[in-house]
């Protein structure tokens, strides 16, 4: 909902991206990350590294309900002085951690975190969420061999597989799969679920908490617009134009899918009150 009103703001935006990973981010904040959303600097923090900046919208939400940023704060998104710029900037946002904008570059930054926090002797975790567009990139595998080289197993890649990108599908832009084998032939120990299932990401989330002598990827298969119908269907979804009557349509449809799951006993193990 957050990320509906948001992209109403503005009219537009990666509004299919932010719906398809708010799975995985409420379970990141919820469930996985270690921090203080009252001290985003605190030095024992797990690291969340956004290497898909213009996924921010998406974080934006998250790090609001984690009590990182006040909720009426989102209002500002996009427009000119905010801190919520529509590509993530760590030098604007609390919780934001690297900027973003170029692909390619945040698994790179989390290996010398990792690195960093290694020889500090901290014992905490850096979290890597990137795009199966981003794999593309050669420098995220030079950062996937290092990573392994180095045996980081305070580091966690999570990939958003959600099989669009800016110039089309992704199996015509640059075929990617077998994506899983790929990371374990790297040397990564490697899971593969339904990231729009809450269940099966709290129970990953558990695995790999577990898992040492490695660093570990997170494959994660979404749905562009989940919970939003008429939105996942939607051609030329990568920056997605929304009417001016269809936001609020959205929200409906948004709500039944939260209803419905909340009826079947998915989405309410974690709270009560609305799914944001």
């Avoid at 000119?80 to 590509?87: A, K, Q, T, V």
């Avoid at 990371?183 to 990564?188: H, L, M, P, T, Y």
């Avoid at 997605?240 to 006993?265: D, F, I, Y």
């Amino acid at each position: 909902m957050h990320a509906l009103d948001m992209g109403e703001i503005q009219g537009q935006g990666y509004i299919g991206q932010a719906l398809g990973v708010a799975d995985i981010l409420a379970v990141v904040y919820k469930d996985a990350l270690n921090h203080r959303a009252d001290e985003p600097e605190w030095p024992r923090r797990d690291r969340f590294l956004l290497s898909i900046g213009h996924y921010a919208i998406a974080l934006y939400a998250a790090l609001a309900e984690a009590g990182v940023l006040d909720a009426g704060e989102l209002a500002t998104y996009g427009s000119d002085d905010s801190r919520l710029p529509m590509s993530g900037m760590a030098s604007y946002t609390p919780g934001m951690e690297i900027s973003g904008g170029s692909l390619g570059h945040g698994l790179g930054v989390a290996t010398g975190m990792a690195l960093g926090l290694r020889h500090q002797g901290s014992d905490a975790h850096v979290y890597n969420l990137l795009s199966d567009g981003e794999l593309d990139e050669g420098s995220t595998w030079e950062a996937a061999l290092a990573c392994a080289h180095h045996g980081l197993d305070n580091v966690t890649a999570i990939v958003d597989v959600n099989a669009l990108q800016a110039d089309g599908p992704t199996s015509g832009v640059l075929r990617t799969e077998p994506v899983t084998a790929k990371w374990e032939a790297f040397g990564w120990h490697a899971i593969r679920v339904d990231g729009n299932d809450i269940d099966a990401l709290v129970a990953a989330f558990d695995s790999l908490r577990e898992h040492r002598g490695s660093p570990a990827v997170l494959v994660c298969d979404t749905r562009i617009g989940c919970g939003v119908p008429m939105l996942e269907t939607r051609e030329k979804a990568h920056f997605m134009r929304v009417e001016e009557h269809e936001w609020q349509l959205a929200r409906e449809q948004l709500a039944q899918r939260h209803r419905t799951h909340s009826g079947s006993g998915r989405a309410t193990d974690q709270g009560e009150g609305p799914v944001r």
